[in-house]
């Protein structure tokens, strides 16, 4: 469908407060990926006492910028140490007003992804380098029912998903000007851990990201069979602006697969009535079963190489904690990595404990090594075919941000750097049911689907006619 958007006014909204000042050093964890990530939130309920939506989020906003001034800054390069940084330069974050004569309820499914989403979000701003472009960008648009969309894009060098639902949850909680006793204040410093990477009792500094043999995230991804994209922070302007803007996806689609936690429930049975697993938890279940059903359908051949990996949260992992309040990014990424034929002939148990596996190797000096790891390095593995990343957006209680206009009714998320990345997540409409955001090549949408659907693990020939 086309979704007509008529932009008001572009205005920049800056701390009501001079914030802190200084620069933010950031960690390899942070650069790895300093894309902007683009989410829409959907409130259908009508507003209160008419209550101006625009003023309000722009006030609360104003005042949450004072604790979490980073998000206020700009990149900058620095020429000691060759890294990036943040600036705290209190620069702003960009809103977009609009207004569309559609209805939400025109739109159908709120949390599959359609094209015409693309308009409720703001496009990162035309600049001559990515110094000049905010880290935040939101828009806020009003509907002719009454219904409203907040469309939110954050650089993932800002915060992770941890620190990005938590900025919204103080925004949301500012602008319902709610108790907000229970919010805890933000720790945006990186130097517990970069002292920790470069104390003089961590592991000897290596020349190449490659020869981290002991971690396994980055050696099955130098297992596979590809040429990784040289780079460092000085050539990224010009990479960073293509990866920041939302561009049409081609041949990909992007598309919303279902699933009814009850089945989920009967898989989790399945896959422990063997006694082989002890536990199984809903991550467990749909990681393995998205990895199977993507690999199914892409009919890479059997003796291919494949990794599966999924970020973990390593704020409590790491020694000493970092806090629940840490912003900055604390994703670790564990690593499964097997042949084709193997993946798709081994019960559905077998697969759970390789993902069990690769969670117990999530030690404190794992962390760290991984993070050393990319602090020595100066390149970076390119979105591949063999490659699968599962993300669990399934903690994150969107469904209570409330701006004092009602709950959020629904969430999707946009384009991504790697699109193939699945994204497990509510359906905040329909309670009972789980959504996966994946993308794909559109050619293997039929397979997917079919795969995906197939929830009948007691034959164990179930993929051998996919792929032989």
Partial sequence: MDLQITLKETITVRPCERSNTQTVELSGLDRMSPAILYMVLFFKSKLKNKIDPVERAKRALQKVLVQWYPA?????????????????????????????????????????????????????PEANDIWENPLVVVQVTKFACGGISIGIGGSHALFDGVGGFNFLAAWATTSNEKDDSDLVAPNHSRAALLRAIYSPNSSPKTSSIYEQEHVAAIQHLYGIPMQAIASDDRCWETALSKFGQIEPQGELALITLSVQEEVVERLKGLATESGKLSKCFTFDILCAHVWKARMAALKLHPDTKICLQFPVDARSRFQPPLGKNFSGNAIVLASVSCLVK??????????????????????????????KALESSDKFFPSMTELTIVSDWLKFPLHALDFEWGRVSNALLLATPVPETAFLMRNLEESGRLLIRIGIGRQYVPDLLRNFNDFNYTSSSRFSSTYN
């Fill in 72 to 124: 206020a800054g700009r990149f900058k390069f620095n020429e000691s140490s060759g890294k990036l940084e943040i600036d705290c330069n209190d620069e702003g974050v960009t809103m977009v007003v609009a207004f569309s004569e559609s209805k939400l309820e025109e739109l159908g499914c709120l949390h599959e992804y359609k094209p015409c989403y693309e308009k409720l979000v703001p496009k990162h």
């Fill in 342 to 371: 193997e993946l798709l002939q081994e019960p559905l148990n077998y697969t759970i404990q390789r993902i069990h596996t690769a969670k117990g190797l999530m030690s404190d000096e794992y962390i760290k090594l991984y993070a």
